[in-house]
């Protein structure tokens, strides 16, 4: 499905609230990293697609603020830098005539604060900008710290020094707060994924391809994910996309060509029959977290692709690599072993050759050997013998 074929479905209101954000994402991954182009008729579709996904969920309802009054609030999150932007419009609300002014300003900001680093770690690194709309040439900005040396009086003293030159600051009612919230990566060590569920387990794995559907095709999806990952076909971040049909319909269409009836799921009878019908390939199910034991392996030969699969809890996902769903860094398929380095493998009976075999292939060359050895012993004999013959001379 192309781009502009996608926006016009966006303008014409098909897509509900919860398939937005998805099919926004995915318009980004095609014009960035795929390199596809957006017609200039699309691009306004594309401007007002994106100010809506900016927009953030908003306050709850039974949030209350004594000091302030919020205006509207949005928010943006960057996975690729693991920054969360967020932006507040808000008003002071009328301070009491028997208060101090600094101290109610404080709290004021205490009050703002709070909800802004609700879920933030200590660790965080937070940067904020406070704007006026009749002064947009005059931010006001507090530099990147830590959540945790961030406070009101860091914002006081700051503005402290802006009221001094420019008084009219807080002229206007409407004030904006922006911030951008960075959290750093933090190393601990590997997790070991126990106790977790079998869909945590395939998500947290960057070699395993989760299949989501909501019908009993899971075995057909999985087998068609596999095949075009196998292929490097071009429409696999459309088959991934559960917000498109066309994985569906490739699935439907396997099963009719393989006469296969998953309306009841798909059991190891079901794999064999679509066996039977991808002859290029060799289907092989893994039904342990570490690549243990199999569910069902199929034929294996030279001229056959293998097609991965993990089965737990009635699903099917796609293995993408073996040694990053096992977490190993080689992995034997056909002794199913975990190893640290492919040099520990040294004693695999379906690779190395055996001491039975050996033995038989001596008996197989026994005569030749026989004549070998016969000659070695006749020329060792006449070198003696010379030897011999010439130390007696002397």
Same mark, same amino acid.
């Given at each position: 499905?192309? @781009?502009?074929?996608?926006?016009?479905?966006?303008?014409?209101?098909?897509?509900?609230?919860?398939? @937005?954000?998805?099919?926004?994402?995915?318009?980004?991954?095609?014009?960035?990293?795929?390199?596809?182009?957006?017609?200039?008729?699309?691009?306004?579709?594309? @401007?007002?697609?994106?100010?809506?996904?900016?927009?953030?969920?908003?306050?709850?309802?039974?949030?209350?603020?004594?000091?302030?009054?919020?205006?509207?609030?949005?928010?943006?999150?960057?996975?690729?830098?693991?920054?969360?932007?967020?932006?507040?419009?808000?008003?002071?609300?009328?301070?009491?005539?028997?208060?101090?002014?600094?101290?109610?300003?404080?709290?004021?900001?205490?009050?703002?604060?709070?909800?802004?680093?609700?879920?933030? @770690?200590?660790?965080?690194?937070?940067?904020?900008?406070?704007?006026?709309?009749?002064?947009?040439?005059?931010?006001?900005?507090?530099?990147?710290?830590?959540?945790?040396?961030?406070?009101?009086?860091?914002?006081?003293?700051?503005?402290?020094?802006?009221?001094?030159?420019?008084?009219?600051?807080?002229?206007?009612?409407?004030?904006?707060?922006?911030?951008?919230?960075?959290t750093l990566p933090v190393g601990y060590g590997r997790q070991r994924l126990t106790g977790v569920s079998f869909e945590e387990?395939?998500?947290?794995?960057?070699?395993?391809?989760?299949?989501?559907?909501?019908?009993?095709?899971?075995?057909?999806?999985?087998?068609?994910?596999?095949?075009?990952?196998?292929?490097?076909?071009?429409?696999?971040?459309?088959?991934?996309?559960?917000?498109?049909?066309?994985?569906?319909?490739?699935?439907?269409?396997?099963?009719?060509?393989?006469?296969?009836?998953?309306?009841?799921?798909?059991?190891?009878?079901?794999?064999?029959?679509?066996?039977?019908?991808?002859?290029?390939?060799?289907?092989?199910?893994?039904?342990?977290?570490?690549?243990?034991?199999?569910?069902?392996?199929?034929?294996?030969?030279?001229?056959?692709?293998?097609?991965?699969?993990?089965?737990?809890?009635?699903?099917?996902?796609?293995?993408?690599?073996?040694?990053?769903?096992?977490?190993?860094?080689?992995?034997?398929?056909?002794?199913?072993?975990?190893?640290?380095?492919?040099?520990?493998?040294?004693?695999?009976?379906?690779?190395?050759?055996?001491?039975?075999?050996?033995?038989?292939?001596?008996?197989?060359?026994?005569?030749?050997?026989?004549?070998?050895?016969?000659?070695?012993?006749?020329?060792?004999?006449?070198?003696?013998?010379?030897?011999?013959?010439?130390?007696?001379?002397?």
């Open positions: 499905m192309s @781009l502009s074929t996608i926006l016009n479905l966006y303008s014409c209101g098909v897509f509900n609230d919860s398939e @937005l954000l998805q099919v926004y994402h995915d318009i980004c991954d095609r014009l960035v990293l795929q390199g596809e182009r957006l017609e200039p008729e699309d691009e306004g579709i594309l @401007l007002q697609l994106s100010n809506k996904m900016f927009v953030g969920q908003g306050l709850p309802a039974n949030e209350e603020f004594k000091h302030l009054k919020i205006i509207g609030e949005k928010s943006k999150v960057i996975k690729k830098f693991n920054t969360l932007a967020k932006t507040i419009d808000f008003k002071f609300k009328s301070a009491d005539s028997l208060s101090n002014p600094i101290v109610w300003l404080r709290n004021a900001f205490n009050e703002l604060l709070e909800h802004l680093l609700i879920d933030a @770690l200590p660790t965080d690194r937070v940067g904020l900008v406070l704007r006026n709309a009749s002064f947009p040439e005059k931010p006001v900005g507090i530099s990147f710290r830590r959540v945790n040396q961030l406070s009101s009086s860091v914002i006081m003293t700051t503005l402290e020094k802006i009221l001094q030159s420019n008084a009219q600051f807080f002229a206007s009612d409407l004030l904006t707060l922006h911030m951008d919230r960075v387990f395939c998500r947290r794995r960057h070699g395993i391809l989760t299949v989501e559907n909501a019908d009993t095709l899971c075995l057909a999806r999985a087998l068609v994910l596999a095949v075009a990952w196998k292929r490097n076909d071009s429409d696999l971040p459309v088959l991934k996309n559960k917000l498109y049909s066309e994985c569906t319909r490739r699935a439907v269409s396997l099963c009719t060509n393989a006469k296969v009836n998953l309306s009841n799921g798909g059991t190891r009878e079901h794999i064999q029959q679509f066996q039977d019908y991808l002859t290029d390939y060799t289907i092989v199910v893994y039904n342990h977290r570490l690549g243990q034991t199999v569910y069902y392996e199929g034929p294996r030969s030279s001229n056959r692709q293998v097609l991965n699969l993990i089965f737990e809890n009635n699903h099917y996902n796609v293995i993408t690599s073996l040694t990053s769903a096992f977490a190993a860094k080689y992995f034997c398929e056909l002794c199913r072993t975990r190893f640290s380095q492919k040099s520990e493998h040294k004693s695999c009976k379906y690779i190395y050759v055996p001491v039975v075999t050996l033995h038989l292939h001596a008996i197989k060359l026994k005569p030749l050997l026989f004549v070998i050895n016969v000659i070695v012993i006749s020329v060792v004999k006449y070198v003696f013998q010379n030897i011999k013959n010439l130390y007696a001379r002397l």
